[in-house]
Nanobody, 125 residues
Framework: QVRLVESGGGLVQAGGSMRLSCAAS????????MGWFRQAPGKEREFVASITWTGRSTYYADSVKGRFTISRDNAKNTAYLQMNSLKPEDTAVYYCAADRRPGSTWISTTEFSFWGQGTQVTVSS
């Protein structure tokens, strides 16, 4: 059973940067793709970014492309989301997720079985 814990959220001004971390524990991390999703009040959880186990492939939502970067350090069982040029519309609870089922596109909530508890990111204007 994989356990995921996010950290690094908080309050930042528009135009600022923030880095989120997602630490995995409780089992082997080998082979797991990692994803970041976010959910704003009154909205559905939406895809932000994902990265395959090897790190060779990354995927981004159009709304964050060019501003956010996903990465991972498999030796530390940790994934990261570097967020630059933040906008008020990026305000949400950010969740990391993990799974390793074959044939996934890694952009849908239904493709991830393990989830963290979320971390709040608030961008003030």
């Amino acid at each position: 059973q994989v356990r995921l814990v996010e950290s690094g959220g908080g309050l930042v001004q528009a135009g600022g940067s923030m880095r989120l971390s997602c630490a995995a524990s409780g089992g082997t991390f080998s082979g797991y793709a990692m994803g970041w999703f976010r959910q704003a009040p009154g909205k559905e959880r939406e895809f932000v970014a994902s990265i395959t186990w090897t790190g060779r492939s990354t995927y981004y939502a159009d709304s964050v492309k060019g501003r956010f970067t996903i990465s991972r350090d498999n030796a530390k069982n940790t994934a990261y989301l570097q967020m630059n040029s933040l906008k008020p519309e990026d305000t949400a609870v950010y969740y990391c997720a993990a799974d390793r089922r074959p044939g996934s596109t890694w952009i849908s909530t239904t493709e991830f079985s393990f989830w963290g508890q979320g971390t709040q990111v608030t961008v003030s204007s």
